[in-house]
């Protein structure tokens, strides 16, 4: 069984809650573990945050939102 979003993003993040990653991290960190067009759809959303950097509590809502 394939991993969900939320524990790909929890296993990027370290389980750390003060971690923060940019755009170009996420996608790095991402892009071999999730589909193209959900990670195209996650990083739409990240940038519309205007935050440079987010954290693991911002992404896992968007994600959660965006589903």
Do not use: C, W
């Amino acid at each position: 069984m394939e991993p969900t979003p939320q524990e790909l993003l929890a296993g990027l993040y370290g389980f750390d809650e003060d971690a923060h990653f940019d755009i170009i991290q996420l996608r790095e960190g991402l892009a071999p573990r999730m589909s193209p067009t959900q990670l195209d759809k996650l990083i739409a959303a990240v940038e519309a945050t205007g935050d440079p950097a987010v954290d693991l509590e911002t992404v896992m809502a968007l994600l959660t939102h965006n589903d």
